[in-house]
T-cell receptor, first 112, second 113 residues
Framework: GESVGLHLPTLSVQEGDNSIINCAYS??????FIWYKQESGKGPQFIID?????DKRQGQRVTVLLNKTVKHLSLQIAATQPGDSAVYFC???????????FGTGTRLTVIP | KAGVTQTPRYLIKTRGQQVTLSCSPI?????VSWYQQTPGQGLQFLFE???????NKGNFPGRFSGRQFSNSRSEMNVSTLELGDSALYLC????????????FGQGTRLTVV
């Protein structure tokens, strides 16, 4: 079955530094990938997505990189701010199936 | 426009009882997915409804069921509750087509005692 995992369960960065959160996936059929941010007491919040026909996509302060060869996904956050402290989940999906499989999450802590 | 609304926010039930959770999707969204979130298992997909039909189902026992109404609102039901059912239940809505960008509600925190 599908499995989505994370290399690091926790990540601490200094305010202003760049953060990189990594994710591995195993289902070659997945063609849609999303990063979510979840703050305490809230539901996951969409950050950025990427389809399998791309290898990079940029948003506001965030960049997602997709390496289909090694089934690896990463989220880069530029100039990390205290408000970025949260748990970050990667999710993979098949747009035909319309459901997502989530990784276990990485807790990002930004040190002021 | 309003986001995804889940009710109730918190619920305490005893083992053996059944529970019904409600989700109102974003206006215009026809797909509603349900997820269970626990510290040990993370976010796990329960099922997805689109136009009142269950379109996808995860690997959960038959005690977990759901339905969707003509206005796209969805309910999920858990019967014969077990202690291990204690979790945050999240609902996500999307347009339902190839754009699977899903927006989550704040969840219902279920505690089974």
């Amino acid at each position: 079955g599908e499995s989505v995992g994370l290399h690091l369960p926790t990540l601490s960065v200094q305010e202003g530094d760049n953060s990189i959160i990594n994710c591995a996936y195993s289902n070659s059929a997945s063609d849609y990938f999303i990063w979510y941010k979840q703050e305490s007491g809230k539901g996951p919040q969409f950050i950025i997505d990427i389809r399998s026909n791309m290898d990079k996509r940029q948003g506001q302060r965030v960049t997602v990189l997709l390496n289909k060869t090694v089934k690896h996904l990463s989220l880069q956050i530029a100039a990390t701010q205290p408000g970025d402290s949260a748990v970050y989940f990667c999710a993979e999906g098949d747009t035909g199936a319309n459901n997502l499989f989530f990784g276990t999450g990485t807790r990002l802590t930004v040190i002021p | 426009k309003a986001g995804v609304t889940q009710t109730p926010r918190y619920l305490i039930k005893t083992r053996g009882q059944q529970v019904t959770l409600s989700c109102s999707p974003i206006s215009g969204h026809r797909s509603v997915s349900w997820y269970q979130q626990t510290p040990g298992q993370g976010l796990q997909f329960l099922f997805e409804y689109f136009s009142e039909t269950q379109r996808n189902k995860g690997n959960f026992p038959g005690r977990f069921s759901g339905r969707q109404f003509s206005n796209s609102r969805s309910e999920m039901n858990v019967s014969t509750l077990e202690l291990g059912d204690s979790a945050l239940y999240l609902c996500a809505s999307s347009l339902g087509g190839r754009n699977t960008e899903a927006f989550f509600g704040q969840g219902t925190r279920l505690t089974v005692v």
